[in-house]
């Protein structure tokens, strides 16, 4: 399909001729009639938001006349939406068709339904968030879940401590164990994730001074004992969560960083970030590592996200041996870090799920475990329905992503809906499936718009064929 390159406003764009003005627009019978049921300066005001953003729509070649005319004839519904935005929430619910499971710009792991249900039983009154209820007297907010969570890791001698990310996690058990002190890190481990997160700018923020050892692709035990000195107060291991280097590369076992730590007497830290409960091995992914692991390792402590392969809320979880927590439990930054009633009753529930091996009722297992040919079935289906000479629909196989900094070489076989309308351009039937209601976000490849269905729960095969309807 031909793309139109982009224009300015400025320049002599035919399609800039098109557009009427606002005055012409509410001269028309089917403003007048939208004048009856809202205010003048409302109309007045989503109509010109309207027309600028077709103006900008224009200047980034997303329009052809064709596409034009068909937002021009539609204009009185554009701008009755426009109008409903106002009343919308910001924050909504969207049809996640990326294919990416762990998707952060779409909020990654999606709640059960059981964590969804304890939200709503505790948050919709009052809750014993911070009392016994045996003794009457005060309590600590983290005894409803730190005893499951323990238990899901089968590591009931430890302690823990939950935060309200995996990067506050980090902080605070930094700035508590080796403020002031040395932190040896391998220099393949210095990462940036998402956000612009770097471990040595947090390293330095906490008020702990980095020791880089190794190089960037090979880093030996030895290199950590050679390094060890009077200063040192932490050896720190991070998760390569985001990237993965091959070739020429080294680096120690966890167990052998752990076994160092014992000979040397130092505390090993390990950012282990993703919060995965059971191997991926089944999926035909062996590298990336598992919490419960890094625990029988004997690391002294380990950080982990509730919300990336645990499959729970954003948190931080912090679990090791009883000193480090206390410590970091005294820590005064602790409480500007803690999380509320909501995230503990969303966390408890998913780790009940996991405690009565209910796992796969939690979303994210149910997606990565389904077969790629149950979703190429789901996807005929689809297709079938909404195939049409306007909007062209078929079924085609493509690799789906785990998302959310894990497991970035794995590919999963998945399928999706393949999607060329007759008028629209992708960039524009993109655009416009982002504004449907609920919205539909997908991706772009090779001149067609893929609906991956396998981030699509199958009870919203229905919805998305309506809405696709409405498209074509």
Known sequence: MKQSHPVTENSEHPLYRLIPSLHELLLTPEFAALLETQSRDSVTSAARAVLARLKQEIGSGHHTQASLENELASMPVTVADEIARSTRYRLRRVINATGVVLHTNLGRAPLSASALAHICETAGGYSNLELDLESGERSRREVHTEELLLRVLNTASQSSLVVNNCAAATFLALNTLAEGGEVIVSRGELVEIGGGFRIPEILAKSGAILREVGTTNRTRVADYEGAISPATRLILRVHQSNFSMEGFVQRPALRELVDLGKRARIPVFEDQGTGLIASLEPLGIGSEPALPGS??????????????????????????????????????????????????????????????????????????????????????????????????????????????????????????????????????????????????????????????????????????????????
């Open 295 to 472: 625990l029988q390792a004997g690391c002294d402590l380990v950080a982990a996200s509730g919300d990336k392969l645990l499959g729970g809320p954003q948190c931080g979880l912090l679990i090791g041996r009883a000193e480090p927590v206390q410590s970091i439990r005294k820590n005064p930054l602790y409480r500007t870090y803690r999380v509320d009633k909501l995230t503990y009753a969303a966390l408890e529930a998913t780790l009940m799920e996991y405690g009565t091996q209910k796992a796969f009722n939690i979303p994210i297992h149910r997606m990565l475990h389904a077969p790629a040919a149950e979703i190429f079935a789901r996807c005929e289906e689809v297709s079938r329905k909404v195939n049409s000479a306007q909007l062209a629909a078929e079924a085609v196989p493509v690799q789906s992503l785990i998302g959310g900094g894990t497991a970035p070489t794995a590919r999963l076989q998945s399928a999706a809906v393949a999607l060329r309308h007759a008028i629209l351009q992708p960039q524009a039937l993109f655009l416009a499936l982002r504004r449907l209601e609920p919205p539909v976000v997908g991706r772009i490849h090779e001149e067609q718009v893929l609906l991956d269905l396998r981030t699509v729960e199958p009870e919203f095969d229905s919805t998305l064929v309506s809405l696709l309807q409405q498209i074509a």
